[in-house]
């Protein structure tokens, strides 16, 4: 049995090899490094070839299309292990599955046989596009318009916080095909990284995840052809909705490979850590504290995987259970990596410990993909539906 991992989670033999294969990269490749990326805001490029190489791209994409046909629980699992050593790498990852899920789910036999495979080989990364200046939690409220020309779909607009924007080759991007209908309005295009017309505006200095890469993307006047089109016109907002509660176990993984990252640190170093000429650990209220995490992540993990495993069974309706694992699982992460700071002391508060780079990076989970107060509002509003349901 793995350490720190109490329960085996009845995981197949391909999910077990994906994810001890996954925790392998993280300690070989991506811990000597993480620092240093992290430091450097720097695009991990030769740990993305890595887990190209090592068919972690695969994951997720089904066997048709060179993939290993796995779906929302395997991809979890490489996530978790990535993010329990570097968040950053992980989420540079996941959102190249992000970026994929619209094409994946949506897209035509001909998108997908075109785009598919480079992406399962790691020779594409991708990226999904929605948030706007004026259009965060109020992804409704996006501006960028995708007018029908002769040639195809003229994209204008500039979107904010994109995740591997500028390293990623294929975008899928939200713009608006009818601005009278609003979100109604929305429809997904697929963009590649060259298009005449597309470019990358401001590179986001961050607090944490700082080796992924955040930038702006501008389009000028961008012609796409009609066949890039996921989906049919119209279709973008519902699509976007639906992707996002497939992805939002993802980002529960994250936070439960985070949490259990700083368990494991803050083990260790209790157990060194000599003051009044005795381990920190034998202090009660040290012991407290380590327990407590420990039964969060255990609780985090089983909702993430219970929600992933939901997901892989073709259920329809998910979007509850996808919100609660995001949201249980960030705020275990943020309390899990800020009480181990508090483990370490003073050391925890300085770089040359991993614990307080694992609390800055905790902080985005409980933002993107929607904010966890955004999400429990969604959460209580189908509770009061289904009070009134009863009623
Ligand atoms: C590092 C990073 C990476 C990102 N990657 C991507 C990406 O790859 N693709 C992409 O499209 N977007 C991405 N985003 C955008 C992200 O999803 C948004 O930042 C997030 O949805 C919140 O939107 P906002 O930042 O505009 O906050 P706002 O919507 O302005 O919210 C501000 C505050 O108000 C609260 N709030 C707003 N509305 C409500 C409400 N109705 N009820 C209760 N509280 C509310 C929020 O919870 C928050 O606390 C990324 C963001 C960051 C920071």
């Known amino acids: ?15 077990k090899t994906l994810k001890s294969l996954a925790r392998r990269i993280a300690e070989e490749r991506i811990l000597p490094r993480r620092a240093e990326l992290d430091e450097r805001e720097e695009f991990p490029w030769e740990i993305m070839k890595d887990l190209a190489n ?20 395997d991809l979890c699992l490489v996530v978790e292990e990535l993010s329990r050593v570097c968040s950053g790498v992980a989420v540079s990852y996941a959102a190249s599955a992000l970026g ?12 997908k046989r075109q785009y598919l495979p480079d992406i399962a080989a790691g020779k594409k990364l991708t990226a999904f596009a929605l948030t706007e200046s004026t259009a965060g939690s109020d992804a409704g409220a996006i501006k960028t318009t995708a007018e029908r020309v002769k040639e195809g779909y003229l994209i204008n607009g500039t979107k904010q916080f994109i995740t591997n924007g ?23 295009f697929l963009v590649e990284k060259d298009t005449p017309g597309f470019s990358f505006g401001k590179k986001e200095k961050k607090m944490g995840i700082r080796a992924s890469s955040t930038r702006e993307l501008v389009f000028r006047n961008c012609l796409v052809p009609a066949k890039n089109l996921i989906g049919k016109e119209g279709m973008g907002f519902i699509m976007t909705l639906r992707i996002l509660d497939r992805s939002r176990p993802g980002i529960g993984a994250q936070a439960v490979g985070l949490a259990q990252g700083a368990l494991e640190a803050a083990v260790d170093y209790a157990r060194q850590r000599i003051q009044f000429e005795h381990p920190i650990i034998s202090l009660p209220v040290v012991q407290n504290m380590l327990a407590d995490m420990a039964i969060n992540v255990e609780a985090a993990r089983a909702l993430t995987y219970a929600v992933a495993r939901t997901v892989d069974s073709g259920a329809k309706h998910f979007t509850e259970e996808a919100a609660m694992a995001k949201v249980f699982a960030s705020d275990v992460a943020m309390k899990v990596t800020t ?3 508090q483990i370490f002391g003073g050391a925890g508060y300085m770089r040359d410990y991993p614990v307080e780079k ?20 969604a959460i ?6 289904r009070k009134a349901r009863r009623e």
Not at 57 to 72: K, Q, V, W
Not at 100 to 111: K, S
Not at 180 to 188: D, L, N, P
């Open 100 to 111: 994929g899920f619209a094409l994946l789910e949506y897209g035509t036999e001909a998108q």
């Open 380 to 385: 209580a509003l189908e509770l009061r539906k």
């Open 54 to 73: 090592a068919d972690m791209f695969r994951a997720f994409i089904p066997e048709e299309y060179e993939g290993l046909g796995g779906g929302c629980l």
């Open 166 to 188: 500028g390293d990623a080759e294929l975008y899928t991007v939200i713009a608006l095909t009818d601005k009278e209908r609003g979100a109604r309005g929305a429809s997904a």
């Open 1 to 15: 049995m793995e350490r720190g991992v109490i329960l085996e989670y009845f995981l197949s033999e391909q999910q």
């Open 358 to 377: 694992m609390m800055r990076d905790a902080k985005i989970t409980q933002i993107y993909e929607g904010s966890n107060q955004v999400l429990r509002n």
């Open 339 to 341: 009480d181990a700071v």
